[in-house]
């Protein structure tokens, strides 16, 4: 009967503490200081929490075994055996205080300790009650190393700071799995005493009180006796210094983006992190003569796409000049950077090989026209040429032919945020720098390129989730590009930086952005790849400000300083890329007539095999002073040759220019069936059937341009028959014609017609 009794009073009690366990759930949820780590586990930047306090989680693996001996003999011998209260420290307690009647004794463990850190209350008799209650609520949902845990990252330290961890940092300045015997005890005492034993201000009387506790640890045969004599003769040092402020930018990205987690471990190399700090600062210090006050660096390890350095300014803490931006995020123009990409997606495509001829003259893409970085043009180049000299007209010229759809598209598979929201509203003048992009995505792209053309996204997180790589190009192209970024005679080299052993073996692309507002430097080798940033945050424009004098200098800096000298195999051919034999006229397969031929790469399958035409079929009279067509040529005294058959184009840039060149007689003037149904005369912009949206508030005009025959010296333009204007066949024309179905026709001197409708309306 006594025995049932008992078991319905066990039970009761068991139902009634589950009941108001349930109805007064002890919430442990301490809010803890951000903390970002670099990849060796060592502390870049810390953040003060909610509270304005300096309170760093402790892991348990950064609980060493004699900071969990020393701290358990002096604060709780018998944590490890008691449910939360000891029974005998209690009652001992309880007694001393009655008989002297005040409270002169505790007998908190460090569960109870842990209590009265979470839920701070008066010293009372009823408080210590509910501590009571809480410490055993505690002990039944975390264990005994959680507990301990809970009291090494809540236990105070003065001021405001609380937490091992935190202590160790801001006064011994390392984490606490590496502090000494002599370190640990200093730190174990600190919180009886916060104010009178404050590291920095009271060390002497800290180091005695250190000495004392090691003293009686060595009575108590805690440690060995070498051990306790080698802690009592270390020197104390501990000073409050200030928290871990490195990589700034980054440590406030991922803490907005990560509010909840305690601890970022990240990718970076700490010490590479804090030499490109300074490299950055130091270089920009240079630059401010000229009115250029910041920059921003990347580096991303090609191996593993973790990214292991990122400076967002040249000066954090330079609130003039906005060096709190974040400039691998900013949204800026790119200038000429995407070219690589443009021309290695052509390569893939079959429409160009390195020795491809483009022609930079100018040109007009439907009233688009670009100019060269320069101002200059230099006629007939090769696609590396091009790229290499980083050539305007000849990318839009590629860009055009492309589609700006199938280039688009590259771009979103690259993962560039910005230009997928601008899509609708992006043309032509994207290659140039006519979109926005950040400089972590052009970074990312070009670890690409030292990638065999495989995109990953870059990561800053150790533990990433894992995305299988994006086949951006194919290897063969991807080859090609290196190979023409690679050449170090090229005019995007720094001054300063010919024939000189400073030049670290890269591949790099430089661009500046309209304006002269942003200049970019991107560069890579097998090991790594490099992004700089330099311009203002503000948008100011700066004559100086270019990607090759400006940006190039400090990308080069870097390279020396993270893989100086790096003997790491370059980029080998892959199989799938062959050489043949091209005319150097036209980079296409030779034709009887082409005489100089060089060697090139190729695409087997892919490239296209259209044989050169740089020349055409041609009969003479014998003075060679006029040309004849199958419908007028003589019997007799005529000869055929072969002469250029140069585009419209080209032949209107030589002809601007004054620049010789072998042209074709004029036509026998007596011929009346000079041209049959084909003309020479092409209306290239408008185009045939299309609508154009023009407005009237902004006064938007229409061009009109066109390609003719090398004899035609001036067109006339004419909008529903109405002459509009007249102007040399290089040159635009430009109307506002009235909405609706519209008739453009052009007239050249020679007689010859082409006529089109397209449909205009107005906003």
């Not at 002890?26 to 309170?55: C, I, M, Q």
């Not at 890579?524 to 100011?540: K, L, P, R």
């Not at 799938?576 to 030779?590: D, F, K, N, W, Y």
């Not at 069936?673 to 020479?680: D, K, L, M, T, W």
Request: charged share 20%; hydrophobic share 35%; glycine share 4%.
């Amino acid at each position: 009967m006594r025995f049932t009794k008992a078991v319905w009073i066990f039970l009761l009690t068991a139902a009634l503490l589950l009941l108001l366990d349930f109805l007064l759930p002890f919430r442990v949820n301490p809010r803890y200081s951000t903390l970002v780590e670099a990849a060796d586990g060592s502390v870049l930047h810390a953040f003060l929490n909610e509270e304005d306090k300096w309170r760093l989680y402790t892991e348990l693996e950064e609980i060493s075994p004699t900071l969990r001996t020393t701290l358990i003999h002096k604060e709780d011998r018998w944590f490890y055996f008691h449910p939360g209260v000891n029974p005998l420290a209690l009652v001992r307690a309880l007694s001393t205080n009655l008989s002297r009647n005040k409270r002169s004794s505790g007998a908190s463990t460090i569960t109870m300790q842990v209590v009265r850190l979470l839920e701070p209350r008066p010293r009372t008799y009823l408080s210590k009650g509910i501590e009571i209650l809480r410490a055993f609520q505690l002990e039944a949902h975390y264990s005994k190393d959680e507990i301990l845990q809970l009291y090494i990252n809540l236990v105070p330290y003065g001021s405001n700071i609380e937490g091992i961890k935190a202590a160790s940092l801001l006064y011994f300045q390392k984490p606490p799995e590496v502090l000494s015997l002599a370190e640990v005890m200093a730190l174990t005492i600190i919180p009886n005493r916060p104010s009178s034993l404050r590291p920095g201000k009271s060390n002497t009387y800290l180091l005695s009180e250190r000495n004392r506790w090691l003293q009686r640890f060595k009575e108590e045969k805690l440690f060995d006796s070498q051990t306790i004599t080698d802690a009592i003769a270390e020197p104390l040092l501990a000073k409050r210094v200030a928290a871990p402020q490195s990589a700034p930018h980054l440590a406030l990205r991922l803490k907005s983006e990560f509010p909840d987690t305690p601890i970022l471990k990240t990718t970076l190399q700490r010490a590479r992190q804090s030499t490109l700090e300074k490299l950055t600062y130091n270089y920009v210090s240079r630059l401010k003569a000229m009115n250029i006050r910041n920059a921003a660096v990347l580096v991303i390890n090609n191996r593993t796409m973790a990214v292991e350095a990122y400076v967002g300014s040249a000066d954090f803490n330079d609130h003039t000049d906005g060096g709190q931006v974040d400039g691998i995020r900013a949204i800026r123009s790119p200038g000429s950077t995407l070219k690589p990409l443009l021309y290695a997606t052509a390569f893939d495509a079959g429409l160009l090989t390195p020795k491809s001829i483009l022609y930079d003259v100018p040109t007009n893409f439907q009233g688009f026209e670009p100019e060269n970085f320069d101002q200059q043009f230099h006629g007939k180049v090769s696609v590396e040429f091009a790229l290499a000299n980083s050539l305007n007209v000849p990318a839009v010229q590629v860009l055009s032919q492309l589609g700006t759809t199938a280039f688009l598209e590259k771009l979103k598979k690259a993962e560039f945020k910005t230009i997928q929201k601008q899509s609708s509203k992006l043309g032509l003048s994207m290659i140039l720098g006519g979109c926005g992009v950040t400089l972590e995505e052009l970074t990312t792209l070009f670890a690409s390129f030292a990638n065999q053309g495989q995109f990953s996204k870059a990561y800053y997180l150790q533990k990433p989730e894992f995305h299988n790589p994006t086949s951006l190009i194919s290897e063969e192209a991807n080859f090609l590009i290196n190979q023409i970024l690679t050449q170090p005679t090229r005019p995007d080299l720094p001054n300063n930086y010919a024939y000189t052993y400073r030049l670290p073996r890269i591949s790099w692309k430089t661009g500046t952005s309209f304006g002269k507002k942003d200049a970019w430097s991107i560069g890579y080798n097998a090991h790594y790849t490099v992004g700089v940033w330099v311009g203002n945050f503000s948008g100011e424009g700066v004559p100086e400000l270019n990607g090759a004098n400006i940006a190039t200098p400090l990308l080069f800096e870097i390279f020396n300083s993270i893989d100086y000298n790096s003997t790491a195999q370059w980029f080998a051919q892959p199989e799938g890329l062959s050489h043949r034999m091209v005319c150097q006229e036209t980079g296409q397969i030779p034709s009887s007539f082409c005489i100089h031929q060089i060697e090139d790469y190729y695409l087997p399958g892919v490239s296209s095999t259209q044989a050169c035409e740089h020349k055409k079929s041609v009969w003479l009279d014998v003075r060679r002073r006029m040309s004849y067509c199958p419908y007028c040529m003589p019997e007799t005294g005529v000869e055929q040759v072969f002469l250029p058959n140069d585009p419209p184009q080209l032949t209107q840039y030589y002809e601007a220019r004054h620049i010789s060149y072998e042209k074709i007689p004029p036509h026998n003037p007596s011929c009346t069936r000079v041209f049959g149904n084909a003309s020479p005369l092409k209306i290239t912009y408008p185009v045939e059937g299309s609508t154009y949206r023009l407005n009237r508030k902004d006064q938007t005009r229409l061009a009109l341009t066109a390609q003719t025959a090398s004899d035609t010296k001036t067109l006339y333009w004419y909008v529903n028959d109405v002459l509009v204007g007249s102007a040399a066949p290089q040159q635009s024309v430009f109307c506002q014609p009235s909405a609706g179905k519209v008739k453009i026709s052009c007239v050249d001197d020679q007689g010859r017609v082409k006529t089109l409708w397209i449909q205009v309306n107005y906003d």
